[in-house]
């Protein structure tokens, strides 16, 4: 004799089977549009000395490299308007080296677009250190340079052909006289 299953039984399966289906299609379809990875942007404001936070989602995984990807975005400036970009407009990552924790950028010398004697260096190295700090823990120390050179190797070069430039233009209106 076949024993019937009680209809309370046979409806909790099917309720039990639906969810679970619905929530496997809802899994696979939020790792599908996974948004990223979470990373916080450190901006100066354009205002005053305060330092702003943007919040922006990054491929998992990303063709470049994770911190190759991170360096690019943060070079290419704030989403928002009242805040500045960490260096000036077109510089770009040459390249970037991990090695035993320690970190080695490489930006390109468009940095030196804007006024080399009024532009504190320094205080852009740090932004950029601070924010590459604070998104990877396992950095320890982070080594930046332009074209190559050391950021301030190269700015005293740079300031040298400046004053040599603005000396050799003395001297031609010195004849011209």
């Known amino acids: ?5 009680p209809d309370f039984k ?9 969810c679970s289906l619905i929530f496997l299609l809802s899994l696979f379809f939020w790792i599908l549009n996974f948004p990223g990875i979470r990373r916080c942007f450190i901006y100066k404001s354009s205002n005053s000395d305060v330092l702003k936070i943007e919040n922006r989602f990054e491929s998992i ?12 975005e943060l070079l290419t400036g704030p989403v928002s308007e009242h ?5 000036a407009k077109g510089t770009r990552l040459k390249n970037c080296y991990l090695r ?7 930006l390109s010398a468009d ?4 006024d080399a004697y009024n532009t504190d260096f320094r205080e852009q190295i740090d ?6 700090f604070n998104n990877f823990k396992n950095i320890k120390e982070i080594e930046v340079f332009f074209d190559g050179k050391l950021p301030f190797e190269y ?3 740079y300031k040298n052909e400046k004053a040599e430039c603005e000396n050799s233009v003395k001297k031609d209106a010195e004849w011209t006289v």
């Open 111 to 114: 940095v030196l677009k804007a």
């Open 100 to 106: 035993d924790s320690k970190l080695y950028v490489n």
């Open 61 to 72: 995984f990303p063709v470049s490299g994770k911190i190759n990807n991170y360096i690019d």
């Open 83 to 87: 805040c500045c970009p960490v260096f």
């Open 10 to 18: 046979r409806t909790s399966w099917i309720i039990f089977c639906a």
């Open 155 to 157: 700015l005293n070069i």
């Open 127 to 132: 932004l950029l250190k601070k924010n590459i």
């Open 1 to 5: 004799m076949i024993e019937k299953i």
